[in-house]
């Protein structure tokens, strides 16, 4: 009882914690052009100005990394929610910003114009990344499902970016520092040059065949390109699990991200 005594008033005349408690910045969503300027629009509704959604780590925990997160959904719908929005509070707790990208769908847009906000996204992040704190050189694109495939002709369509370009945005290089694609139906397609691909960590369910079969496939590809390219296919589960953070077939894949982008020296090992 004395031993307990003792122990409470020593807190009690402990100091009080007094440092400010983080702040997280607010989500903020930031067009990808200004209006009447976004290239291939059929219109100038909201279904047809693509946008970014900002995940930012509070100041003094972002740890300079940042990932652009295409949610999934067939092109015809975006699944936010496990797609987007988790996966961004995620990272966000490793110190890595996030943006979750909105892009154009079809039937009214097709890949050509998916693949233009994709790039714009890199180019909108990369220009913009001292204003985040972000080094331009590890801004990496994750993509679910349909997003994981806008991930691939993101990468593959990538400019360096033109110096003498009047807006800003198209100074900068659009290809991704490394690729994060989950459940997507991967294999390499001829004339791409695999040797220089970015990093590449791939996952997804066994039994969702195609996609598995099409990462694997990939994998294998990259692999013998000599490539950095990591592979996690999980035996049970389907296609759409998204973040997963409380499965009990998929919840090892976010951790399993996380070491590798830290092997790959994209984000420090130590807690952000």
């Known amino acids: 009882m004395l031993t307990m005594l003792l122990a409470a008033a020593a807190l009690a005349a402990a100091p009080a914690d007094t440092r400010p408690t983080p ?4 989500n903020v969503n930031i067009p990808l052009w200004a209006p009447g300027q976004v290239p291939l629009a059929q219109g100038e509704g909201p279904l047809d100005a693509p946008f970014l959604t900002t995940f930012l780590p509070p100041e003094g925990q972002r740890n300079g990394a940042a990932v652009i997160v295409a949610p999934g959904g ?3 719908m ?3 929610g496990g797609e ?11 110190g890595i910003t996030a943006f979750v990208l909105t892009y154009r769908l079809s039937p009214r847009y097709n890949d050509e114009a998916r693949t233009l906000d994709g790039q714009r996204a890199m180019q909108v992040v990369r220009a913009r990344a001292a204003e985040w704190k972000l080094d331009p050189a590890r801004i990496g694109f994750a993509g679910f499902s349909a997003g994981s495939s806008l991930g691939r002709l993101v990468t593959a369509s990538a400019k360096p970016g033109d110096p003498n370009a009047g807006d800003a945005m198209a100074r900068v290089s659009s290809r991704p520092d490394f690729l994060v694609l989950v459940y997507s139906a991967g294999r390499a397609t001829p004339g791409e040059d695999l040797k220089a691909f970015p ?7 066994a039994r969702d065949t195609g996609p598995a079969n099409g990462s694997a496939e990939l994998f294998v590809a990259l692999n013998k390109a000599g490539a950095n390219a990591e592979i996690h296919i999980y035996q049970q589960g389907r296609h759409g699990y998204g973040a997963a953070l409380r499965s009990p077939e998929f919840s090892p894949w976010m951790p399993a991200l996380r070491h590798f982008l830290v092997q790959a020296g994209l984000v420090p090992a130590g807690r952000s």
Do not use: S
Request: with cysteine.
């Open 78 to 80: 975006l699944m936010h």
């Open 199 to 205: 990093p590449t960590f791939l996952t997804c369910a």
């Open 74 to 76: 067939a092109n015809i």
């Open 23 to 26: 702040v997280t910045p607010p």
């Open 84 to 94: 987007g929005v988790e996966v961004a509070e995620q990272l966000n707790a490793w």
